[in-house]
């Protein structure tokens, strides 16, 4: 039900300012940019569907955890580590350490919010509850950048890795098809392909991929600690001395650029309307993930710069695959990795692709974005034209643009939308007390401040053309908002009285097993 069907006859008849996709807005650009989005409307939204079509409930914490995992492990190391080690040295496992406390603060944050707002929009949907439609809108303009662009950039990586499985046997893709224009070559045919490939699978169906996901995942951790295993029998602890060649200054530039190795753990909380009990289960399945994919983060880096100087790493693509070949000295174990490795950055692929639709489609649903990308296929049960859509332009993007360019992009983008889920979280302790919330942030305030300000110093020191680019996407933003969205945002159609009686009611299920017609019971 659109937002106008839940209100009395007395209310729905003041409506002035035509409907949900009228041309204007009921109030004023300031009061609509502060204007937030009725939180019990939007977990009536969730249970209710679009149009009558809701996304199907399938996922266990198994399944969550592995979501959020599967976006998560593997990009700072499989991808990034050869640009980040030049910057922090042997020190480099400090950098994940950092980046990844730096999650942390904002991840139990996550875990508040997407326990007590069950919903498939992630930080947009928390922001909008809490701080308005404006804020909403860059936060969920950022979300864009950070989901798309960080799959590209992982899809990148996928041709290094090809290349390296077969290295060992004498054969190599010509760059003419596996890099893009800038970097030798014409166009990334196997990044396009993961993307489309993992486009077409979610296409098929959630559950399905969830299910694909997770084996993919176990294959994924199971790499890793073979690397692990083969690379500490070349361990030197001489490798890390001097400890920080580069100083204090350098393991916080590389702790900058590795916390885009932990973008992922929040691909779960996209999942708040396909998850059985997602008040319990998303807030155990944020947790889990950033415990499994720090430790391994750490324990990689050390075996990696345990084996070999850090003064190698520089312009190294495909790190370790390389440092096998060079410890172990047999081909068929580098294409064993690289095997598993291209399946570690295709689970990437598919749970970030998988978030970026859901962003898309609870922004669609507010009429802030097209309506194709929330649209849910009745067959299906999921958003098929908007996944199509992205996949494509996604692919399009990964056989372009070169790696580093978007990684920092993504990083930039995802800082600013952590910081604004720890703000979130001090704005509803403060004025929604009463609300439920089946995780609570432990030593708040401090927690979320904390969080809020590692985002910002690690933004901060990213460099001057990553802000360049980031400010570059926001005036694009602006364009699209006040092109688009403004004029079709269902919350701001909404008179005065409408938007005071949606604000005032509560939206409770009926939750009679005899009545499956999911009426809504008002006070």
């Not at 860059?138 to 798309?148: P, R």
């Not at 994919?293 to 345990?306: E, K, R």
């Not at 439920?436 to 030593?443: D, I, Q």
């Not at 933003?477 to 159609?493: I, K, M, N």
Request: hydrophobic residues 50%.
């Amino acid at each position: 039900m659109s937002l106008r069907d839940q209100l009395s006859p007395q209310s729905a008849s003041t409506a002035t300012a035509g409907g949900p996709h009228g041309s204007r807005p009921a109030v004023g650009l300031g009061r609509q940019l502060l204007r937030r989005k009725p939180l019990g409307q939007m977990l009536h939204e969730a249970e209710n569907g679009s149009g009558g079509r809701k996304l199907v409930r399938s996922f266990g914490v198994l399944q969550l955890t592995m979501i959020s995992v599967g976006a998560t492990l593997g990009t700072g190391i499989l991808v990034i580590l050869g640009d980040s080690v030049p910057l922090a040295g042997p020190a480099v496992f400090i950098s994940f350490l950092i980046a990844g406390v730096a999650a942390l603060l904002s991840a139990v944050s996550y875990a508040e919010m997407a326990g007590m707002v069950p919903v498939s929009g992630s930080s947009y949907s928390y922001t909008y509850v809490t701080l308005g439609e404006g804020m909403a809108w860059i936060c969920g303009w950022c979300l864009v950048l950070e989901y798309a662009v960080s799959v590209a950039a992982v899809a990148v990586g996928a041709g290094q890795y090809i290349n390296e499985s077969v290295a060992g046997f004498g054969w190599a893709l010509p760059d003419f098809i596996s890099q893009p224009p800038g970097s030798g070559g014409f166009l990334n045919l196997p990044a396009m392909a993961i993307v489309l490939l993992s486009m077409v699978l979610l296409v098929r169906g959630a559950k399905e991929s969830a299910w694909v996901n997770t084996i993919i995942v176990m294959v994924k951790i199971v790499i890793l600690l073979f690397f692990c295993a083969i690379a500490f029998t070349a361990f030197n602890a001489g490798n890390f001395s001097p400890l920080m060649p580069m100083g204090a200054a350098g393991v916080s530039a590389a702790a900058s650029r590795v916390f885009f190795s932990y973008i992922g753990f929040d691909a779960a909380s996209t999942a708040g309307e396909e998850a059985k009990n997602p008040q319990r289960d998303l807030p155990r399945a944020i947790m889990l993930s950033m415990i499994i994919v720090t430790t391994l983060y750490v324990l990689v880096a050390v075996a990696a710069v345990g084996a070999r100087e850090w003064t190698w790493f520089d312009g190294t693509q495909a790190a370790l695959v390389q440092i096998l070949l060079e410890v172990a000295h047999q081909p068929w174990i580098a294409l064993v990795f690289s095997v598993g490795a291209v399946l570690a950055i295709a689970s990437i692929v598919l749970t970030v692709l998988y978030g970026q639709t859901r962003i898309l489609m609870s922004m669609s649903r507010d009429g802030l974005v097209p309506k194709i990308f929330g649209r849910i296929s009745e067959k299906r049960g999921t958003p098929v034209a908007g996944t199509l859509i992205v996949g494509i332009v996604v692919a399009l993007t990964a056989g372009l643009i070169p790696l580093g360019a978007l990684a920092d992009a993504t990083s930039i983008g995802t800082l600013f939308a952590f910081a604004l889920v720890n703000v979130a979280v001090i704005y509803l302790r403060r004025n929604r007390p009463e609300l439920k919330r089946s995780y609570r942030v432990a030593f708040y305030p401090v927690t979320p401040i904390l969080g809020a300000l590692m985002c910002i110093y690690l933004m901060v020191n990213l460099g001057g053309i990553t802000w360049v680019v980031f400010l570059a996407w926001m005036m694009v933003g602006l364009l699209a908002y006040f092109g688009y969205g403004r004029r079709h945002s269902r919350v701001a159609a909404l008179t005065e009285d409408e938007y005071q009686d949606l604000s005032t009611r509560s939206f409770e299920p009926d939750n009679d097993p005899a009545d499956d017609t999911n009426t809504v019971k008002a006070p």
